[in-house]
């Protein structure tokens, strides 16, 4: 990791940023000694670019996007309180969770989304998403190492029929998925978008609550 001097200026916390990943992160050493400096030196540029628009940037959002994406998730923990106080924090955690991660598959630390999604306020994160159209419902989830623990389910059933039919050819991989009965008060957010059709529990909720194996609808 590349170390960097604290610009007086500089409101951001950036402990334990990576500025720069391969290829203009490169660790080895070149023969040349030459091309070894031209190296360094267009690194100290580059890194130096990145600072100096961090250090212009005020928009907590457009300051994380200044860095490389697989540093969003360090620069948003860093900067947690500003991105709070910019009424920011909720919809920044719901989208970088919302990038990768689905409920058949885990994308990241569990203890880091949870954590995150424990700083945001409840009743904001709601609102953030669609109202909850639902009294009761079965929520599910699938995992291939068989952890029924997890944050985010669907209670979309088509998605989760298509689910059940490819892990049946285990060529395809393989998994189980969970059923769990919900309401309301078990849930931080519901969200829709294309066929998607999901929910973020309440982190004691996940933790709590036993769901069932589901082998068929």
Request: aromatic content about 10%.
């Amino acid at each position: 990791m590349t170390l960097y001097e604290v610009r007086k200026n500089m409101v951001w916390h950036l402990e334990n940023i990576r500025f720069l990943h391969p290829p203009d992160d490169f660790t080895g050493t070149f023969s040349n000694e030459k091309m070894q400096a031209r190296h360094k030196e267009r690194q100290k540029h580059k890194i130096n670019d990145i600072l100096s628009r961090l250090e212009s940037e005020k928009h907590p959002v457009k300051a994380m996007r200044i860095l490389d994406p697989r540093e969003y998730i360090q620069f948003l923990r860093n900067n947690i309180d500003l991105f709070r106080q910019a009424n920011l924090l909720e919809e920044t955690v719901l989208s970088l969770f919302y990038r990768k991660n689905t409920p058949f598959a885990l994308v990241g630390s569990y203890e880091v989304w949870k954590s995150l999604f424990e700083c945001c306020d409840p009743e904001k994160i709601y609102l953030v998403g669609k109202p909850f159209p639902y009294k009761t419902i079965t929520a599910y989830r699938g995992s291939a190492t068989g952890i029924a623990k997890g944050l985010n389910w669907t209670v979309n059933k088509q998605e989760v029929a298509w689910i059940l039919e490819r892990w049946q050819d285990k060529s395809l991989g393989g998994g189980t998925v969970f059923g769990l009965e919900i309401t309301r008060d078990d849930i931080l957010v519901y969200t829709e978008k294309d066929k998607r059709q999901e929910v973020i529990l309440r982190t004691d909720i996940a933790e709590t609550r036993e769901p069932t194996i589901i082998s068929s609808l």
